[in-house]
């Protein structure tokens, strides 16, 4: 079975600050990994994808995530957070039949 | 490009009544599915198809109903809805599943059941 652990439903840092926001995945197969991003009302846009070509994956809007296969982790980060980046993150793998498994989300916050 | 499309965006519905969620894709996408949004949970697979006469449960598939007859459209069906059915529905759509390829969202229906 495969699944995502998402540790932190909230993270708050303040305007310029790194952003980290973790994700660890379960998987018995090599994995398809991916970031998206859930503003408020709206639905969910991707931020970037694992695959398998290079560890350090690059996003939209500034974000980066590196695939670690020893610690079962793709973390998500950006180097200087902005006020726009206030939403919601979900890390999920996706299965077979495209079957997507999402973690329980964290809601980032930017302080001025 | 409209992508994919969900109608309505809002709706309420009394403890009993039934409804279709409209979903419908332009991107001639094999597989389409519905989740489930609720605080603190994620999303969660409620029925999924890999073509158009072929569908399958997902995580959550009680109380609802689906049918694929054409590519385009995958309508999700609520029997009669409960509170327990109040949440954010999303459906998705996502190409052949060679690789990474990635699901493309509808904007979501957001359903209150009182």
């Known amino acids: 079975a495969q699944s995502v652990t998402q540790l932190g439903s909230h993270v708050s840092v303040s305007e310029g600050a790194l952003v980290l926001l973790r994700c660890n995945y379960s998987?018995?197969?090599?994995?398809?990994l991916f970031w998206y991003v859930q503003y408020p009302n709206q639905g969910l846009q991707l931020l970037l994808k694992?695959?398998?070509?290079?560890?350090l994956v690059k996003g939209i809007n500034g974000f980066e995530a590196e695939f670690k296969k020893s610690e079962t982790s793709f973390h998500l980060t950006k180097p200087s957070a902005h006020m726009s980046d206030a939403a919601e993150y979900f890390c999920a793998v996706r299965g077979n039949f495209n079957k997507f498994y999402f973690g329980s989300g964290t809601k980032l916050n930017v302080k001025p | 490009n409209a992508g994919v499309t969900q109608t309505p965006k809002f709706q309420v519905l009394k403890t009993g009544q039934s409804m279709t969620l409209q979903c419908a894709q332009d991107m001639n996408h094999e597989y389409m599915s519905w989740y489930r949004q609720d605080p603190g949970m994620g999303l969660r697979l409620i029925h999924y198809s890999v073509g158009a006469g072929i569908t399958d449960q997902g995580e959550v598939p009680n109380g609802y109903n689906v049918s694929r007859s054409t590519t385009e459209d995958f309508p999700l069906r609520l029997l009669s809805a409960a509170p327990s059915q109040t949440s954010v529905y999303f459906c998705?759509?996502?190409?052949?599943?060679?690789?990474?390829?990635?699901?493309?969202f509808g904007q979501g229906t957001r359903l209150t059941v009182v």
């Open positions: 998705a759509s996502s190409r052949n599943g060679q690789g990474n390829t990635e699901a493309f």
């Open positions: 694992y695959t398998s070509a290079a560890t």
């Open positions: 998987s018995s197969v090599p994995p398809y």
